[in-house]
């Protein structure tokens, strides 16, 4: 009997050539993928509505947590004094009356010699959600029935004169439960870490608007919804305010609307370290209260950043074996990768700046400056999103505003201390991310 001998031939290792042209082509989805994002989010805000003069708006109440005096805090006061609504009040809570926000919010009061203004200090500390949230409860407990919308607000708003008449407006339909608007950071100091804060926020406007992730710096609510939902249970075991309202939201079948109109400019400066941090701290949001999107958003996050970075190795590598195509398509492959990051974020740039300089305020144009350290800080931005990222998903203590929390769930969170002695310095003129990522990620793990 013949026994036929088989050979088993090794497969061929991937060639440099098929890896170039696999980097590239997935260079090129990922361009075409983001260029989708970003023309759907340049035609919603582009897009106009005109407010109409004879709609129906009932009286409002605007809440306002404060702990700490923020830079634009009087300004803010000043502006929310001022809007173009018939009738509303403004409730504000202050940590504290040895709290530096106190004498501000007591000046305004002095200043504009009116009582819609009203102001308390914080009695009721919970130990059980976030300063803020313990707040917003005794705010709640203010309301009376003649409010028909509540709106929030932080003390970092600039709003204009419509601000709450156009925050307002969309509620009047019978499906529409909450609406919000969001921020573009347009910093006065054109230092590093302000500006990669900027390009970081360029995606997340990308995500929140499209999932209808609301921003609790400008948002409004359907007094009705507060009165049938549990809304103050849910804030009173929450660490922070727009998560818990958009789960109650859908609950109850209403729409969470986002107002194009309603991209508010933020003006403060940080350091590289308090970006950082700050990016942190929203990503950990984020995987709390909208866990379903965690994996995805990270899992693109690193595919994309990855693409560009390997784009580069074979360049480099086609260089050194003298394979000129597999540079070529490295190098092209890198360059389309960073022009259209580039383009895409002067899109979203634009649009932001077109919104802001429509309601009133300053907007000023990108400078030469901005543009040509743009290729660095994206760069930078994307590095630093990854550390955040695997930080939040992985950290179950946080810092915020001076106080520890700790978060074992999105209803579970525990006030562990406070830290009420230096919360408040300002950021660290110098830009240094390494001694605070490091210990932020060491800290704050489990």
Known sequence: MDHKRIDFQPAEPMTLLLAAQIIFGIILFVAVFNS??????????????????????????ILLSLRGADPKLAS???????????????LVVVDSKSD???????????????????????????????LKNSSLVQ????????????????????SHPTWLRELVAPLSEPHVGVTFGNRWFLPDRLNTGSLVRQVWNGPGLIVMSFFKIPWAGSMAIKKSLVDSGDIRERLATSIVDDGPVRVIAKQQGLKTVFVPSLIMANREACDLRFAYSFIRRQLTWTRTYF??????????????????????VVAVFGLIKGDHLSAALGVIGFFISLTTSVLHHLTIDWCARRAVAAQGERAPRVTVGEFLRLPFNLSLAALIGLLASFVATFARRIVWRGVTYEIRGPWNIRLLGENNANWQSAPAPTDSLADGAMEHAANESL
């Open 36 to 61: 989708a994002w970003v023309f759907y989010l340049a035609t919603v805000l582009t897009r106009r509505r005109a407010l109409p003069d004879d709609q129906p708006l009932g009286k409002a109440a």
């Open 76 to 90: 803010c006061l000043d502006r929310l004094l001022t809007q173009d609504y018939p009738d509303y009040d403004v």
């Open 100 to 130: 530096p926000a106190w004498p501000i919010v007591q000046a305004t009061i002095e200043r504009h010699n009116c009582d819609r203004l009203r102001v308390w200090p914080l009695t009721n500390r919970r130990r059980t959600c976030g």
């Open 139 to 158: 705010l709640l407990d203010e309301i009376d029935e003649s409010h028909q919308v509540i709106a929030l607000a932080d003390a970092d708003l600039e």
């Open 291 to 312: 866990s379903r999107l965690w994996i995805p958003l990270v899992a693109y996050h690193l595919f994309a950043t990855s693409a560009s970075a390997v784009a580069q």
